[in-house]
């Protein structure tokens, strides 16, 4: 039977949301102004059944008559330039699947595959050719998942034969042969791809194309973090390696929070009435360079699985989003052959965290945006998760032999394979033609059934270990579960999206939304039955065993057969030479502006301080019911908050807070204080709104250019900065990521990202009700400004990279004094003595004064001694200082008597803020026309 | 006697947690219930005195918002639920659950698979989380008693939340007191602005009920302001109650007086 095709519209006095979004963009974006209407149909194919069939789901399913119609096997849209848009075959359509179970719930019968699809049709004088290809070049279709369709399909059913397991001839093979099999595909180096070859000399036998990958991804740095288990010599000195320090960092600070620390999926730390919390923050820019929407949905699918996955099972709370990309004004002629515009990545990769997020039902509420050209070439797009579970259940779990090795969620497809070892790699102009299958779409919804299904498993007691499918698929996920026992897979069992897979596809598919858990098999029963009422594909993948072998079976051949000590410690450590050398210092401090209140707006409207309102909004931070303090507040609802505090046991007045901090710009100056910044800020975020510094945790994430040694010498400095911030503050680090991949490289062009360490904090907060928000509460408060800065430390500066200036003298941090500082805040909030309070970062003192007047709906004057230089005053960026409003001026000095404060101004009904030096007012400004300013760059990229 | 209420929910629901909260503030005793339990036959919808069809993205809003899970329910439990609206049982519908409502018919006419009106794409074009303002009406409604008149302050989170229908029967809810709550300013001023409108809906509304007061819908969420702390400016001492809680607990009265 042929291909049914429906195509609905919207009744022409309806408007069509889509088309005009489009239109705006094609108006803004493009610049093409005389297109003066866009369009838009659905378009879905159904194959199996009769045209009569297609009118009754096209009439009871895929349109509304109250404000659309549809047409069957004839084009709907008239007249103007139509082009239809769809994924590629092989890009799972979420849809479909849905269309499929309804078409089932009609009772329609005999369906056989179903797709959907976009039609686009374009009117007005500017809608020829030329024109349309632009359109679609630059905003609708992506190659890598997406495809313009020019004739209907012969069929919607994707066929193929399983491929065969081919033998790699590795033991003939001299180094250039070897290196051959490494590039664009293992990404493993000479040294690695010898041990390799030794292991099947000494086994005498050539190994199979599975096994070769597996030792790939398992060895890959995605996996095994090589750089970071290397042992380093820096300038000549021999160190201890980065990720041992890191850890013996946190050891040493002996937190008695911490349940578990860098061997789960994430990172758990006590909370209260029995209740645990975790955390985990991923990285994920290689696939989101290329396909923002899918990177940053897959980003933040697989970090929600992170959570899920540990212990026994974690129920997902909290999702946060930091991302560096290249300014939205960069010139088009500046991007990268082979890269995308940073505009149209930062609004995809926006849509791809709100899709996942909103849809598991995971409020983001927690995050940032920072640009700088050098991120034009990769992105860095960083997503974190937290989670909850019982204490009970929050250590990481193990399989005894006998145990089941079962997989829940999602099908597997060619989805994602090489995931691990290319986001290992540097990236090139080849990047996207090599590696397109690395990308995938998200799907929510089989992510959602799969935690549901989960949680109700952990929480019968049914689950002894769990973790999630991510990068290396079930190689990795089984490598890892395995490695004390053996495990061995019968593969042919796994449910695929489509025929057609090799073995080592199969077991190396990055597939998303599949979680590995081992199950007593007295349990299986059960599982089974809480995952059909889930609607959650369930079967038994495999069985652990105990004789460590990783034994993989495809239909009764043998595909894998490796020696787990082999696997997982046979990987060679590598030794490293590190050198960092200080950037040549350029022109010191701009020094004063010609113009006070001009260069005030200017620095709210620049990207790195401007609101980020229109992202925001786009993300549902309130779901789950849980927000306590929410990332935006105020008498006009736009004022953010320096974190996130949600109270997620519902009726209890305890709460978990989170933020988090980094500064690239820093970073490339020097790498320890700019990593010193990132800790304090995050840290500073937390104590600002009340959170106790006893009480918190650290994340890392190292996100670094491919580490030549001047890369490795920077990371080492940042790590000596990580662990010196432990040592100051006893808040340990207890889980962490390194991506050390950022480079471009292109027949002459190499492009480094500035080095991003993010760090992010998180922790519990006693009573919710002793916190506080950024917004001023009263006229006629005191302004205290507490904390220690050397305000000529104005390097890296929003200011000075304004002005072009480029010098070296950057804000160094006090640890000592921080210290106390984060009490004696800490103390004052929870006395209940803080109106508010802002901590200080991007755009200075400056920038948080104008937010916190934006938040009260009043405005400010300030005082700035003659001794101080106003600009540096109003704009210097040294982490850990904040602004405090008090009610009364004598309790300064009864708050802060012990730390460096000093009451700088007060609060003003008048919404203006006056700035006064020397008892003269030096410049005035209305906070609306600062508001303006801020908020205009964002409106603009997302036209809103 | 606490009311039993069913909270249903299936793939994709995710304010099932915070509904069933809600309710068991406002003294009911809640039950989560899949829909393959009502479809299996393990569990009746006879069993309890309200429904609540939470948020969410039932099925991935895949076709349209709560389509897929309307079209369930209408194959499978129409008489359950045809009969449940029929005795006088109260049913509420919370975002995704208001745009199942409408799509299943039980809203407006409380008729199954009778559709009359409709929720479509936001104006904006965009999934929009904000507080905004909303005037409680006079209407038959019984999730509002004690509340008419008042402004209250409140959440959206949606995308597909513009309230569409005929003229006819938007003349028809007007004349009949069904329009229970609308999008307004601060001063309870109903409203067609953006962003005080956050989608663009007819007549500003934001939930309606059937003419019997007992099935409500509604785009925004009391489920998440029944503590004064989930305010975002509980901070600023502007807020003594929680505004969502009253829905919630009007519903749980108006069953114990059953």
Not at chain 1, 712 to 725: I, P, R, S
Not at chain 1, 729 to 735: A, L, N
Not at chain 1, 894 to 899: T, Y
Request: contains cysteine.
């Amino acid at each position: 039977m042929s291909i049914q095709e429906v195509r609905v519209v919207n009744l022409p006095d309806i408007p069509d949301t889509v088309g005009e979004a489009l239109l705006y963009d094609i108006c803004h974006t493009l610049g093409i102004k005389d297109i003066t209407t866009v369009r838009t149909a659905k378009v879905y194919r159904f194959e199996g059944i009769d045209v009569n069939t297609a009118r009754v789901i096209a009439d009871r399913l895929l349109s509304e008559s109250l404000y659309q119609k549809f047409s069957i096997n004839k084009p709907i849209l008239m007249d103007g330039e139509v082009v239809e848009v769809a994924y590629k075959p092989g890009v799972m359509n979420p849809e479909a699947a849905s269309i499929l179970k309804s078409a089932a719930d009609l009772g329609v019968q005999g369906l056989q595959a179903a797709d959907s699809s976009r039609e686009y049709a374009f009117y007005g004088p500017g809608a020829v050719r030329e024109n349309i290809e632009k359109v679609l070049q630059k905003l609708l279709v992506n190659d890598i998942v997406e495809r313009v369709v020019n004739r209907k399909p012969k069929t919607l059913i994707m066929e193929g034969r399983p491929g065969v397991t081919v033998t790699i001839p590795v033991r003939k093979m001299d180094d250039s042969q070897l290196i051959e099999l490494s590039r664009d595909k293992l990404f493993l180096n000479i040294d690695e791809m010898r041990v390799i070859q030794r292991y099947f000399m000494e086994l005498g036998r050539d190994p199979t194309d599975c096994e070769v990958e597996t030792l790939a991804q398992t060895w890959s740095e995605h996996c095994g973090h090589k750089t970071f288990r290397a042992d380093l010599v820096v300038n000549g000195q021999r160190k201890v390696p980065l990720l041992k320090r890191l850890q013996e960092a946190t050891r040493n600070s002996a937190n008695p929070l911490v349940l578990s620390a860098f061997v789960d999926n994430s990172g758990v730390m006590a909370f209260y009435d029995g209740w645990a919390i975790c955390g985990k923050v991923e990285t994920h820019n290689s696939p989101s360079a290329i396909e923002p929407y899918g990177g940053a949905m897959t980003g933040s699918g697989g970090v929600f699985r992170d959570v899920m996955g540990t212990g026994r099972g974690a129920r997902v709370i909290v999702s946060t989003d930091m991302f560096c990309f290249a300014p939205p004004t960069l010139d088009t002629g500046e991007v990268p052959p082979g890269c995308l515009h940073p505009k149209y990545l930062l609004r995809k990769v926006v849509a791809g965290v709100r899709d996942y997020g909103n849809r598991m039902g995971i409020p983001t509420n927690n995050g940032s945006v920072h640009f700088h050209e050098d991120f034009r070439a990769k992105p860095s797009v960083i997503v974190g998760a937290y989670g909850i579970m019982r204490e009970d259940l929050c250590r990481k779990g193990s399989p005894d032999p006998g145990d089941l090795a079962v997989v829940i969620g999602g099908r597997t497809g060619r989805d994602g394979i090489h995931g691990a070892t290319f986001s290992s790699g540097e990236m090139t102009d080849r990047t996207i033609d090599v590696n397109s299958s690395a990308v995938q779409i998200g799907n929510p919804i089989e992510e959602k059934r799969a935690s549901d299904a989960l949680l109700e498993a952990s929480e019968r007691g049914l689950v002894k270990a769990v973790t999630d499918c991510g990068a290396g698929g079930f190689g990795s996920a089984l490598g890892e579960m395995g490695q004390e026992t053996g495990v061995q897979v019968w593969l042919e069992r796994a449910p695929l999206k489509y025929p057609g897979l090799s073995p080592w596809e199969i077991w190396l598919s990055e597939s998303q939304e599949r979680m590995v858990m081992a199950i007593d098999p007295a349990n299986w029963e059960k599982v089974s039955e809480i995952c059909r009422s889930y609607n959650v594909e369930a079967v038994v993948l495999g069985a652990f065993t105990g004789d460590k072998r990783l034994k993989v079976i495809y239909n009764g051949e043998t595909v894998c057969d490796l020696d787990m000590d082999f696997l997982h410690d046979g990987l060679p450590q590598r030794v490293l030479e590190a050198c960092w050398k200080p950037p040549e210092a350029g022109c010191a401090v701009p020094g004063p502006p010609g113009d006070w209140a001009e260069a005030f707006l200017k620095v709210m409207a620049h990207p790195d301080v401007c609101s980020k309102e229109p992202i925001l909004r786009m993300y549902d931070h309130g779901v789950q019911g849980s927000s306590a303090l929410p990332p935006l507040a105020g008498v006009d609802g736009d004022s953010p908050n320096d974190a996130v505090v949600i109270a997620p046991v519902y009726g209890k007045d305890f709460g978990m807070v989170v933020s988090h901090g980094l500064n690239p710009a820093l970073n490339n100056i020097n790498p320890y204080y700019g990593s010193l910044w990132a800790a304090t800020e995050a840290v500073s975020n937390a104590v600002a709104v009340g959170a106790g510094p006893e009480n918190l945790c650290l994340i890392d994430n190292f996100i670094w250019p491919y580490p030549d040694s001047e890369s490795l010498g920077a990371l080492d400095m940042a790590v000596d900065a990580c662990a010196d911030f432990v040592g100051a503050t006893g808040m340990p680090f207890i889980s962490g990521k390194d991506s050390l991949s950022s480079t471009y490289r292109n027949s002459g062009t190499l492009i480094k990202i500035p080095p991003v360490l993010c760090v992010s904090a998180f922790g519990r907060i006693e009573d919710i009700k002793k916190t506080v928000s950024a917004d001023f509460k009263k006229c006629g408060s005191v302004i205290a400004l507490v904390g220690k800065r050397d305000s000529t430390e104005m390097a890296g500066s929003v200011y000075c990279k304004m002005a072009g200036a480029t010098g070296a003298n950057l804000p160094r941090i006090d640890l000592k004094v921080l210290k106390e500082v984060f009490g004696d805040l800490h103390t004052a909030i929870a006395g209940g003595n803080v109106l508010s309070c802002h901590d200080i970062s991007e755009g200075g003192l400056a920038a948080a004064l104008a937010e916190m007047c934006f938040g009260g709906g009043m405005g400010c004057m300030v005082s700035i001694e003659d001794s101080d230089v106003p600009e540096e005053f109003l704009y210097n960026e040294t982490a850990g200082n904040f602004l405090v409003e008090l009610s009364e001026e004598k309790s300064v000095k009864e708050l802060f008597g012990n730390v460096p404060c000093r009451i700088i101004g007060k609060t003003i009904p008048e919404r203006m803020i006056k700035v006064f030096r020397g008892g003269k007012e030096l410049f005035k400004i209305e906070t609306e026309a600062l508001r303006e300013a801020w908020k205009r760059p964002m409106r603009e990229v997302f036209g809103s | 006697m606490k009311p039993r209420v069913c909270i249903l929910r299936t793939d994709g629901t995710n304010c099932d947690m915070e509904t069933f909260q809600a309710f068991k503030m406002a003294g009911a005793q809640c039950s989560m219930v899949h829909v393959n339990q009502l479809r299996s036959g393990e569990d009746s919808l006879s069993n309890y005195q309200i429904i609540a069809l939470p948020g969410g993205f039932s099925y991935g809003d895949d076709v349209h918002s709560g389509k897929i899970l309307a079209v369930e329910l209408t194959s499978f439990l129409k008489e359950g639920l045809q009969e449940f609206v029929d005795s006088g049982k109260p049913v509420i519908g919370i975002c995704n659950g208001f745009q199942v409502l409408v799509r299943t018919g039980l809203l407006p006419e409380r008729k199954m698979g009778d559709i009359r009106c409709t929720l479509m794409n936001n104006d904006s074009g965009r999934f929009e989380c904000r507080w905004i303002n909303l005037k409680v009406e006079e209407s038959r409604c019984i999730f509002t008693r004690g509340m008419t008149g008042q402004t209250i302050s409140i959440q959206v989170a949606h995308g597909e939340g513009k309230f569409y229908a005929g003229r006819e029967q938007m003349e028809l809810l007007e004349n009949d007191s069904r329009v229970v709550f609308r999008y307004s300013t601060e001063n309870g001023d109903p409203t067609m602005d953006y962003p005080y409108n956050p989608n663009g809906s007819l007549n500003a509304i934001a939930g309606i009920c059937d003419s019997t007061g007992l099935v409500l819908g509604l785009m925004p969420h009391p489920e998440r302001f029944v503590s004064v702390y989930q305010h975002p400016n509980w901070r600023r001492g502007a807020i003594d109650y929680p505004h969502g809680l009253l829905v919630f607990k009007n519903a749980v009265d108006y069953c114990r007086g059953m």
